[in-house]
C-alpha cells in the first residue's frame, strides 16, 4: 500500500484521520508543525504549540505509526502573523487560517511527503476531494466551467456544521491529486465516537478556536503587542459624516461589530465601513451594512471559467451558508477575458440578495453545488 504522511495537530480529527488511514491498509506517518508558542501558561492549549505537538506525539505512539515534527515558526511569523497583524491595522479583516494553508501547511507537508517518499498527503478537514465523473463534467461545462489541470474536484464536506472547503478554497492542482481527506463523508458526531472507538487520548479534547495562535481569544490585545502602529484614537461617524464618538484605534473595530462602540443610539448601530487612511470607523443601522455587489480579487481557480458570466453560490464567511450571486469576470485591456491562476485577478459579485456585512480581507468562495470553484479576497472598495 502506499505511504500517506498525515498533518497531526493532537486534536481528534487529525487523530481519527490518521487511525482510518490506518485501517485502510496505508503506510501511514504523522507530521506535526510547531507554528506558534504560547507566551504563558493557560488551561488552553493552541492546536500549534509545542504541547499540542507532544500530545500529537503521543498519539502517534497509541496509534503505532511513526510521528516526526517541522519546527515552521519563523515562515508562521513571516506569512502568517505579520501579515494578520498588518490586516488589522489597515482596517482589514484577515482570514490567518487560509493564509496558513496556503503558505505554511500544506506546502510544508507536500515537502516533508516528497523527502519521505509518502504519495499522499492527508489532514482531518472536514471536506471532500473526489474525482470528477464525466456527469458531473458535463454538468459543470453548461454552467460555463472546466476543470484546470488535474481530474479532481474539492467539495464540501456532507456535515454542513464542519464543513471546511472555504478554507481550502487556495489548493492547487499539485495539492488536489495528492491529497486525502479521510473525515469529508463523516458528521463530527461520528469521528467523536470514532475516537473513543480507536481509544484515542484526544477523544474529549475541545474544538480548537477559529484563530489558533490567540490564546484568551482577544484579537486586538494581541494586535497591540506586536504592532507599534495600533491605538491612535479617532472619530466613529455615522454614514452623513456626523461624529458620534472617538474610536480607540482601527485595529479593535471590524465591520458587522455591534458591541464595544461606546457610542449612544436609539437604534443598533453596527461597523459599516473602516477608513485607515482618514482613521474613521463609520457606523450604520444593519440595512447599512448589508452589501449586494462588491469585488473579489487575487483569485485562486479550481474550475475554469469560460465564459464572461457563470451562476454560482457564494460564502463569504467560513459558516455561513453559501447563496446565489452571479459571477462577472473582467476583461483585460486587449478584451479578452482574464481567466488564469494569478494573483492580478478582479471578478465582481452580484448576489441575488444583499448581504450581511462583508468585509475586505476575507474571502469569498464560489461554489457549483457542493464543488468548490475558486475564491478570492474581498475588496469592498475596489
Same mark, same amino acid.
Given at each position: 500500500?502506499?505511504?500517506?504522511?498525515?498533518?497531526?495537530?493532537?486534536?481528534?480529527?487529525?487523530?481519527?484521520?490518521?487511525?482510518?488511514?490506518?485501517?485502510?491498509?496505508?503506510?501511514?506517518?504523522?507530521?506535526?508543525?510547531?507554528?506558534?508558542e504560547?507566551?504563558?501558561?493557560?488551561?488552553?492549549?493552541?492546536?500549534?504549540?509545542?504541547?499540542?505537538?507532544?500530545?500529537?506525539?503521543?498519539?502517534?505512539?497509541?496509534?503505532?505509526?511513526?510521528?516526526?515534527?517541522?519546527?515552521?515558526?519563523?515562515?508562521?511569523?513571516?506569512?502568517?502573523?505579520?501579515p494578520?497583524?498588518?490586516?488589522?491595522?489597515?482596517?482589514?479583516?484577515?482570514?490567518?487560517?487560509?493564509?496558513?494553508?496556503k503558505?505554511?501547511?500544506?506546502?510544508?507537508?507536500?515537502?516533508?511527503?516528497?523527502? @519521505?517518499? !509518502? *504519495?499522499?498527503? /492527508?489532514?482531518?478537514?472536514?471536506?471532500?476531494?473526489?474525482? =470528477?465523473?464525466? #456527469? %458531473?463534467?458535463?454538468?459543470?461545462?453548461?454552467?460555463?466551467?472546466?476543470?484546470?489541470?488535474?481530474?479532481?474536484?474539492?467539495?464540501?464536506?456532507?456535515?454542513?456544521?464542519?464543513?471546511?472547503?472555504?478554507?481550502?478554497?487556495?489548493?492547487?492542482?499539485?495539492?488536489?491529486?495528492?491529497?486525502?481527506?479521510?473525515?469529508?463523508?463523516? @458528521?463530527? !458526531? *461520528?469521528?467523536? /465516537?470514532?475516537?473513543?472507538?480507536?481509544?484515542?487520548?484526544? =477523544?474529549?479534547? #475541545? %474544538?480548537?478556536?477559529?484563530?489558533?495562535?490567540i490564546?484568551?481569544?482577544?484579537?486586538?490585545?494581541?494586535?497591540e503587542?506586536?504592532?507599534?502602529l495600533?491605538?491612535?484614537?479617532?472619530?466613529?461617524?455615522?454614514m452623513?459624516?456626523?461624529?458620534?464618538?472617538?474610536?480607540k484605534?482601527?485595529?479593535?473595530?471590524?465591520?458587522?461589530? @455591534?458591541?464595544?462602540?461606546?457610542?449612544?443610539?436609539?437604534?443598533?448601530?453596527?461597523?459599516?465601513?473602516?477608513?485607515?487612511?482618514?482613521?474613521?470607523?463609520?457606523?450604520?443601522?444593519?440595512?447599512?451594512?448589508?452589501?449586494?455587489?462588491?469585488?473579489?480579487?487575487?483569485?485562486?481557480?479550481?474550475?475554469?471559467?469560460?465564459?464572461?458570466?457563470?451562476?454560482?453560490?457564494?460564502?463569504?464567511?467560513?459558516?455561513?451558508?453559501?447563496?446565489?450571486?452571479?459571477?462577472?469576470?473582467?476583461?483585460?485591456?486587449?478584451?479578452?477575458?482574464?481567466?488564469?491562476?494569478?494573483?492580478?485577478?478582479?471578478?465582481?459579485?452580484?448576489?441575488?440578495?444583499?448581504?450581511?456585512?462583508?468585509?475586505?480581507g476575507?474571502?469569498?468562495?464560489?461554489?457549483?453545488?457542493?464543488?468548490?470553484?475558486?475564491?478570492?479576497?474581498?475588496?469592498?472598495?475596489?
Amino acid at each position: 500500500m502506499p505511504k500517506v504522511l498525515v498533518g497531526m495537530s493532537g486534536g481528534v480529527d487529525s487523530s481519527v484521520a490518521a487511525c482510518l488511514l490506518k485501517e485502510l491498509g496505508y503506510v501511514v506517518e504523522g507530521l506535526s508543525l510547531i507554528l506558534w508558542e504560547e507566551r504563558k501558561k493557560t488551561d488552553f492549549k493552541t492546536c500549534c504549540s509545542l504541547q499540542a505537538v507532544e500530545e500529537a506525539s503521543e498519539i502517534a505512539n497509541h496509534i503505532g505509526i511513526t510521528h516526526t515534527v517541522s519546527d515552521v515558526r519563523d515562515d508562521f511569523i513571516e506569512k502568517v502573523i505579520e501579515p494578520f497583524v498588518n490586516a488589522y491595522t489597515t482596517g482589514l479583516t484577515p482570514n490567518p487560517c487560509i493564509l496558513c494553508n496556503k503558505f505554511i501547511k500544506f506546502p510544508s507537508l507536500m515537502k516533508e511527503a516528497e523527502k @519521505r517518499g !509518502a *504519495e499522499y498527503i /492527508a489532514t482531518g478537514h472536514y471536506a471532500r476531494v473526489e474525482p =470528477a465523473q464525466i #456527469s %458531473e463534467l458535463r454538468a459543470q461545462s453548461k454552467d460555463n466551467l472546466s476543470l484546470i489541470t488535474c481530474d479532481s474536484l474539492l467539495k464540501k464536506g456532507i456535515d454542513p456544521k464542519k464543513d471546511q472547503s472555504y478554507v481550502l478554497y487556495i489548493l492547487g492542482p499539485d495539492v488536489l491529486k495528492k491529497i486525502i481527506l479521510p473525515l469529508g463523508t463523516y @458528521r463530527k !458526531a *461520528e469521528v467523536r /465516537a470514532m475516537a473513543k472507538s480507536f481509544n484515542l487520548p484526544a =477523544a474529549k479534547r #475541545s %474544538e480548537s478556536q477559529e484563530v489558533c495562535f490567540i490564546e484568551d481569544r482577544n484579537y486586538f490585545k494581541f494586535v497591540e503587542k506586536l504592532s507599534p502602529l495600533v491605538g491612535k484614537p479617532g472619530p466613529i461617524m455615522d454614514m452623513r459624516g456626523k461624529v458620534l464618538g472617538t474610536h480607540k484605534g482601527i485595529h479593535a473595530y471590524t465591520v458587522g461589530q @455591534r458591541k464595544r462602540l461606546g457610542i449612544s443610539s436609539s437604534k443598533p448601530l453596527y461597523v459599516v465601513k473602516i477608513d485607515a487612511m482618514r482613521n474613521t470607523v463609520y457606523v450604520g443601522t444593519q440595512e447599512d451594512a448589508m452589501k449586494r455587489e462588491f469585488s473579489v480579487e487575487n483569485l485562486n481557480w479550481l474550475l475554469l471559467p469560460h465564459a464572461e458570466t457563470f451562476r454560482a453560490t457564494v460564502k463569504i464567511r467560513s459558516m455561513m451558508k453559501d447563496e446565489p450571486a452571479d459571477v462577472f469576470l473582467q476583461r483585460s485591456k486587449n478584451g479578452e477575458h482574464i481567466i488564469h491562476q494569478t494573483a492580478g485577478e478582479t471578478v465582481r459579485l452580484l448576489f441575488d440578495k444583499p448581504q450581511w456585512a462583508p468585509a475586505s480581507g476575507q474571502s469569498a468562495v464560489f461554489y457549483n453545488g457542493d464543488t468548490v470553484v475558486g475564491g478570492g479576497i474581498i475588496n469592498i472598495s475596489a
